[in-house]
């Protein structure tokens, strides 16, 4: 079927327990598209419809490279219907399945391309719901990319069976808030992603149980077995950031995206992250360690006191001998450094003027990690693009080893990433093209079933896409739906009327009755009696129009018969 007109479903790709996913092409710009339609037991329910349209705009707002672009979405004939961009790949689920694991650098870097989606998605008040294997996509060349924004999410107790068994399909990666019907923000998506990471190097989601409900209830309850215990290869940084993201109370986690993105970095390159790995692995083996033999000297009971006066003395000397341990052990684990020596330091160096890659390469050698934090345009002819403009913390201050240290970088100059202007007026859209050193071109018109008439439906190079200043962009303007003039097949044949029907983009469709012969029709046996809609009549793209057969005439009645049966009357 085609639906608004231009986009036409081909082959099924996936579903779930909300939508399914079909290859489509956009017929007008002929390309390749995704297109997922919600199921039919929930397009009659209005608050499910709205969500689905509301959750696709919020989407197409991101415009991130690590998240699939959210080009249309509308209504046809009943069928709610969503157009992505179709990836090339297969997800993360696929490589996942039956066991598989990833090595833990690769593991790394695909949770902070995801981590780099949620940051963009985030800042946007858009909160995912729903990260998991199945909603991660992996092209060929490696690219990562985030799918499914908002769609499936915990909403209200109100919602109907179908809607929580859904909701339970993904239990394993369901942040213990959600299990619980409680509400829900950006450091849920970051549980949920602990529970990808740790599938990723481990081979198992941190959960396993008989049923969905059984493993939601291990997610509010039961704390997960360290990845260490199940993959040697996992560093004890490693499984600290894991753990650290699957606390139960979300005060305990990572607090944005952003923050567990810069421990991964760290971890992969050799550093101490900002969390407690004694929470991780080591928090139980404080109590496996002996307790030092000089408090068994002091237990003897005195002469003259009563028989047992002497135990709580004994039990508070070992508590203290306990705690005296317990503090030596945080003290050698979280301020020695590599070398066993404690109270680690570092003085952060100099590398305003250097070149991005050279500054970041000193500043890890210092065992400090560097983020781009902002770019800023030349001040002069002799800055390159790329250079250290300023720095935070400044050159020579004392920070802790595995700080992160802020960097303001001289913009590449002449590239320009296409912002979101779907819904703009054209004058907004070509001012703010304008401001980016972008040339606006048209504005070309097209009919659009959900932007309405005079605004803009897309721009082409398409949001997201980066591009040099300079580059014409040319704005789409929505006319409203798009009108077809259904046109007069009648005395053709029906192979011919289905293909000039079809060209014109409305669904022939042939008629169970038929339609008395048309005067018109010099010969109409064969050919179309007569069609509904009539020839002329205005109708929206993906309009059925009824084809009728001539009715066959009678018969003649033997006329002799007839005669002598009056006859013999």
Same mark, same amino acid.
């Given at each position: 079927?085609?639906?608004?007109?231009?986009?036409?479903?081909?082959?099924?790709?996936?579903?779930?327990?909300?939508?399914?996913?079909?290859?489509?092409?956009?017929?007008?710009?002929?390309?390749?598209?995704?297109?997922?339609?919600?199921?039919?037991?929930?397009?009659?329910?209005?608050?499910?419809?709205?969500?689905?349209?509301?959750?696709?705009?919020?989407?197409?707002?991101?415009?991130?490279?690590?998240?699939?672009?959210?080009?249309?979405?509308?209504?046809?004939?009943?069928?709610?219907?969503?157009?992505?961009?179709?990836?090339?790949?297969?997800?993360?689920?696929?490589?996942?399945?039956?066991?598989?694991?990833?090595?833990?650098?690769?593991?790394?870097?695909?949770?902070?391309?995801?981590?780099?989606?949620?940051?963009?998605?985030?800042?946007?008040?858009?909160?995912?719901?729903?990260?998991?294997?199945?909603?991660?996509?992996?092209?060929?060349?490696?690219?990562?990319?985030?799918?499914?924004?908002?769609?499936?999410?915990?909403?209200?107790?109100?919602?109907?069976?179908?809607?929580?068994?859904?909701?339970?399909?993904?239990?394993?990666?369901?942040?213990?808030?959600?299990?619980?019907?409680?509400?829900?923000?950006?450091?849920?998506?970051?549980?949920?992603?602990?529970?990808?990471?740790?599938?990723?190097?481990?081979?198992?989601?941190?959960?396993?149980?008989?049923?969905?409900?059984?493993?939601?209830?291990?997610?509010?309850?039961?704390?997960?077995?360290?990845?260490?215990?199940?993959?040697?290869?996992?560093?004890?940084?490693?499984?600290?950031?894991?753990?650290?993201?699957?606390?139960?109370?979300?005060?305990?986690?990572?607090?944005?995206?952003?923050?567990?993105?810069?421990?991964?970095?760290?971890?992969?390159?050799?550093?101490?992250?900002?969390?407690?790995?004694?929470?991780?692995?080591?928090?139980?083996?404080?109590?496996?360690?002996?307790?030092?033999?000089?408090?068994?000297?002091?237990?003897?009971?005195?002469?003259?006191?009563?028989?047992?006066?002497?135990?709580?003395?004994?039990?508070?000397?070992?508590?203290?001998?306990?705690?005296?341990?317990?503090?030596?052990?945080?003290?050698?684990?979280?301020?020695?450094?590599?070398?066993?020596?404690?109270?680690?330091?570092?003085?952060?160096?100099?590398?305003?003027?250097?070149?991005?890659?050279?500054?970041?390469?000193?500043?890890?050698?210092?065992?400090?990690?560097?983020?781009?934090?902002?770019?800023?345009?030349?001040?002069?002819?002799?800055?390159?693009?790329?250079?250290?403009?300023?720095?935070?913390?400044?050159?020579?201050?004392?920070?802790?080893?595995?700080?992160?240290?802020?960097?303001?970088?001289?913009?590449?100059?002449?590239?320009?990433?296409?912002?979101?202007?779907?819904?703009?007026?054209?004058?907004?859209?070509?001012?703010?093209?304008?401001?980016?050193?972008?040339?606006?071109?048209?504005?070309?018109?097209?009919?659009?079933?959900?932007?309405?008439?005079?605004? %803009?439906?897309?721009? $082409? /190079? #398409?949001? *997201?896409?980066? @591009?040099?200043? &300079?580059?014409? !962009? +040319?704005? =789409?303007?929505?006319?409203?739906?798009?009108?077809?003039?259904?046109?007069?097949?009648?005395?053709?044949?029906?192979?011919?009327?289905?293909?000039?029907?079809?060209?014109?983009?409305?669904?022939?469709?042939?008629?169970?009755?038929?339609?008395?012969?048309?005067?018109?029709?010099?010969?109409?046996?064969?050919? %179309?009696?007569?069609? $509904? /809609? #009539?020839? *002329?009549?205005? @109708?929206?793209? &993906?309009?059925? !129009? +009824?084809? =009728?057969?001539?009715?066959?005439?009678?018969?003649?009645?033997?006329?002799?018969?007839?005669?002598?049966?009056?006859?013999?009357?």
């Amino acid at each position: 079927m085609t639906l608004g007109g231009r986009y036409r479903v081909e082959r099924e790709l996936g579903r779930g327990g909300m939508a399914k996913v079909f290859l489509g092409t956009d017929t007008v710009l002929g390309r390749t598209v995704a297109i997922k339609l919600l199921a039919p037991q929930f397009a009659e329910d209005d608050g499910f419809v709205q969500r689905f349209r509301r959750e696709a705009q919020a989407a197409a707002r991101i415009g991130h490279p690590h998240i699939v672009s959210v080009f249309d979405t509308g209504s046809d004939d009943g069928v709610h219907y969503i157009v992505m961009e179709y990836v090339e790949g297969r997800t993360l689920a696929d490589f996942l399945s039956g066991g598989g694991r990833i090595m833990p650098d690769r593991a790394i870097d695909i949770a902070s391309d995801v981590l780099t989606a949620l940051e963009a998605a985030h800042a946007q008040g858009v909160i995912h719901r729903d990260i998991k294997p199945g909603n991660i996509m992996l092209s060929p060349k490696g690219e990562v990319k985030v799918t499914d924004f908002g769609i499936a999410r915990v909403t209200t107790t109100a919602e109907t069976v179908a809607q929580t068994a859904a909701i339970l399909g993904t239990a394993s990666y369901l942040s213990p808030e959600q299990a619980q019907g409680q509400p829900v923000d950006g450091r849920s998506d970051i549980y949920s992603l602990g529970c990808v990471l740790y599938e990723m190097v481990t081979g198992r989601p941190p959960f396993l149980g008989d049923s969905p409900v059984a493993v939601a209830s291990k997610q509010v309850l039961e704390q997960p077995l360290p990845p260490s215990k199940l993959n040697p290869d996992v560093t004890p940084e490693l499984d600290a950031v894991i753990l650290r993201s699957l606390a139960k109370n979300p005060a305990n986690r990572y607090q944005s995206a952003e923050e567990m993105r810069a421990d991964l970095d760290r971890v992969k390159h050799g550093l101490p992250v900002e969390t407690t790995p004694l929470l991780a692995a080591g928090a139980t083996q404080v109590l496996d360690r002996p307790v030092p033999q000089t408090t068994q000297v002091l237990t003897p009971p005195e002469p003259e006191r009563k028989a047992g006066a002497w135990i709580p003395i004994a039990v508070t000397l070992v508590l203290i001998g306990l705690l005296g341990l317990l503090l030596w052990f945080l003290a050698t684990t979280f301020l020695a450094d590599e070398n066993g020596q404690t109270g680690v330091q570092v003085a952060v160096p100099d590398v305003v003027g250097e070149s991005r890659s050279v500054a970041e390469q000193t500043l890890r050698e210092a065992d400090l990690v560097p983020v781009i934090e902002r770019r800023v345009p030349a001040q002069n002819d002799t800055q390159e693009p790329g250079t250290v403009v300023a720095q935070d913390p400044e050159a020579d201050t004392e920070v802790d080893r595995g700080s992160i240290v802020n960097l303001t970088i001289v913009a590449q100059p002449n590239t320009v990433v296409i912002p979101n202007l779907q819904g703009a007026t054209v004058e907004d859209a070509q001012a703010q093209l304008l401001e980016l050193g972008l040339e606006p071109g048209g504005p070309e018109e097209e009919g659009s079933d959900s932007v309405d008439e005079g605004l %803009v439906t897309r721009t $082409d /190079p #398409a949001v *997201g896409e980066e @591009v040099e200043e &300079g580059t014409p !962009v +040319t704005i =789409f303007v929505s006319t409203g739906p798009d009108e077809v003039t259904v046109p007069d097949v009648t005395c053709q044949s029906f192979g011919s009327a289905q293909q000039e029907l079809s060209a014109a983009g409305l669904v022939p469709v042939a008629a169970g009755d038929t339609a008395p012969p048309n005067p018109l029709c010099p010969n109409n046996a064969n050919k %179309v009696a007569a069609q $509904d /809609p #009539a020839a *002329g009549t205005v @109708v929206q793209p &993906g309009q059925q !129009v +009824t084809l =009728f057969p001539r009715e066959e005439p009678a018969p003649p009645t033997g006329a002799t018969g007839e005669t002598g049966e009056t006859g013999d009357g």
